[in-house]
């Protein structure tokens, strides 16, 4: 099985073969800060079964992690920490081309969760942005 993504330019394109390592929704300070978002997915993969295609710059967000994004358009991508995560690289799932195949499968790091992200399902739902419809 191959999965395949790719930034938002599509600059950077990635292909993964084979079934994931797991799929969870990250809510660490870490990654909310680096991406701007209340939270990031993550697919998880063995590190010789992604190819990388494009350029991507790094960023040594902590002592042992490095993530890297698309040096065009700057879209998160990978994650690399070899202490905590030997031989695996951690994608981004939202750049997934099909992110509905592979739904996560749990939610890490929840003890730095927002606490109004518990109440998302009760939120007012818009199939557009509001006024646009």
């Avoid at 929704?25 to 800060?33: A, G, I, K, Q, V």
């Amino acid at each position: 099985m191959s999965i395949t993504g790719k930034c938002h330019c599509g600059a950077v394109t990635w292909r993964a073969e084979g079934e994931p390592k797991h799929h969870a929704l990250c809510h660490c300070d870490d990654c909310r800060r680096w991406s701007g978002a209340p939270m990031v997915g993550w697919i998880a993969f063995d590190d010789d079964a992604v190819v990388i295609a494009g350029e991507t710059r790094a960023y040594h967000s902590s002592e042992n992690a490095t993530r890297e994004f698309c040096a065009a358009c700057g879209t998160g991508l990978f994650y690399r920490n070899p202490v905590a995560l030997p031989g695996i690289v951690d994608i981004q799932s939202g750049t997934m081309d099909d992110p509905e195949a592979f739904p996560p499968g749990a939610q890490i790091m929840v003890r730095h969760r927002l606490g109004w992200m518990k109440g998302m399902g009760d939120l007012p739902e818009f199939a557009t942005y509001p006024g646009m419809e």
